[in-house]
């Protein structure tokens, strides 16, 4: 109930508030190499745990940072970027993100844009990155200076997922920028949940009726459960004593995703 | 028998795959047309593929010939089964840098990503090549970069 706005059942995202968790995603255009960068990174640990009704796939990797063991959850779209759009539960409880393009094609860069508004829209604070892949194709791009992460002020990397330039610094890195945001988040946003999920255990007990209304409202269209967590909606539906309808709203548009999909 | 495959290919009437090799005794150079059989415009390509790389009368020529090639002439004989030209059967493979992939179907960008992986695998360093280095570091100078044209036209975007 409290975790709605992630709810994926066969996920848990409750453990990425654990110390030694985290949660690390990943964002980009179809085929500019996601899943080949995890690849080169993870090596023989490299096995992807797939969620296809969600269009999702999880890789998990144990990590050192400093003296201590960090379990990474590394989530990687599987085809949920065509919509243009991710699902809230992607964003939900991110330590990290990890933004790819394709050196190659202009357009991968170009939507970069909208990915990173999308990602702040959800998750304002957390550390970010640009990563310009497929080097190895050509390498004078190194040549070349790409503004967009300067602009937002985000690390960039150079890498090749094929010959392994700077894979896993950059994930080194970001593991550790992860980590060491889940130690001092800046995030509004997750103090914000915390106090809703609280609530909504308080809640539970005396609202268990509400359920059902909740079930049966009609699916939202995604352009209006994207705001659904924004703190000021948050607060509205809090306050209102009507959380259990946020709850809902959220899961109908797991439903929503899944039906546009076979749509196609 | 001992053969070296040369070129592989595709023909549409009567459906065949067409494998061109070097027969490594006599140094002769062969054109083997291997009947395509039990396949229509709905059959799945990849089984069809593996089946014939396996096939007892073939396989021993084919052993070369990497599967998912056969798999691809299998895809365009289908295609060209399902009505569509050679032409549309052939760029429907090729890469155009300015298209949306996003926009794709998951079978249209499985081709595009095919195509893609040629290059991977021609750049890719393997964990057993003996230069191969985990955490492989480069830095590129910053200080002489120019500005990249990507950025040029529609600066404002960001």
Redesign the interface.
């Known amino acids: 109930m409290a975790d709605d706005v992630g709810s994926i059942p066969e996920l848990d995202q409750k453990k990425y508030d654990a110390d030694e968790q985290v949660k690390i995603i990943c964002l980009g ?3 500019v ?1 996601k899943s ?1 960068l995890m690849e080169r990174f993870l ?1 023989d640990e490299f096995r992807p745990q797939q969620l296809s009704t969600y269009a999702l796939t999880l890789y998990k990797h144990k990590a050192t940072v400093g003296s201590k063991t960090v379990a990474v959850d590394f989530w990687d779209t599987a ?1 949920q ?2 919509f ?1 759009s991710m699902h809230p539960s992607y964003y939900h409880k991110a330590h990290a993100c990890i933004m790819v393009f394709d050196v ?4 991968t ?3 970069l ?1 909208n990915w990173y508004k999308e990602l702040r829209e959800y998750r304002p604070e957390i550390p970010c990155c640009v990563v310009a892949n497929k080097i ?2 050509d390498l004078k ?8 992460a300067k ?2 002020g985000l690390p960039f990397y ?1 890498v ?10 950059m994930f ?1 890195e970001m593991i550790k920028r992860a980590v060491d945001y889940k130690l001092n988040p800046s995030d509004f946003m997750d103090e914000v949940m915390e106090e809703l999920e609280n609530f909504d255990l308080e809640k539970k007990e005396e609202n268990s009726e509400a359920d059902e209304n909740g079930l049966s409202k009609p699916p939202q269209q995604p352009g209006s459960t994207l705001r659904l967590i924004r703190p000021a909606r948050v607060r509205d539906q809090t306050f209102s004593g009507n959380s259990n309808s946020l709850a809902f709203e959220s899961s109908d548009c797991v439903a929503m995703t899944r039906k546009s999909k076979d749509n ?1 | 028998m001992s053969c070296e495959a040369k070129r592989c290919g595709v023909r549409f009437s009567p459906p065949s795959i067409v494998l061109m090799y070097v027969h490594t005794d006599t140094k002769k150079m062969r054109k083997r047309i291997i009947p395509v059989r039990n396949f229509s415009k709905y059959s799945d390509c990849s089984v069809a593929a593996e089946r014939l790389k396996n096939h007892p009368r073939h396989r021993d020529y084919l052993r070369q010939v990497p599967q998912s090639q056969l798999e691809k002439l299998h895809i365009i004989l289908r295609d060209h089964m399902q009505g569509s030209s050679l032409e549309d059967i052939l760029a429907s493979f090729r890469l155009d ?10 079978e249209e ?1 499985a081709r ?2 095919g195509q ?1 992986d040629r ?3 021609r ?3 393997r ?1 057993d090549d003996p230069d ?7 830095e ?1 100078d ?1 200080s ?5 044209s ?2 040029e036209e ?2 404002d ?2």
Do not use: H
């Not at chain 2, 191969?132 to 480069?138: A, K, M, S």
């Not at chain 2, 002489?144 to 990249?148: D, R």
């Open positions: 255009d179809s085929a190499g080949k090596l085809g970027e065509r243009q190659q094609r202009k357009i860069y170009k939507n844009a190895d194709a791009v190194t040549q070349r200076s790409f503004s967009f602009k937002q150079f090749s997922a094929a010959d392994g330039t700077n894979v896993v610094k080194r196609r | 840098p300015e298209e949306d992939l996003n926009k794709l179907d998951d960008l595009k990503k893609m290059l991977f695998e750049n890719r360093k964990t191969f280095v985990y955490d492989l570091e480069v590129f910053k002489n970069q120019e500005k990249c990507w950025d529609s600066d975007e960001f």
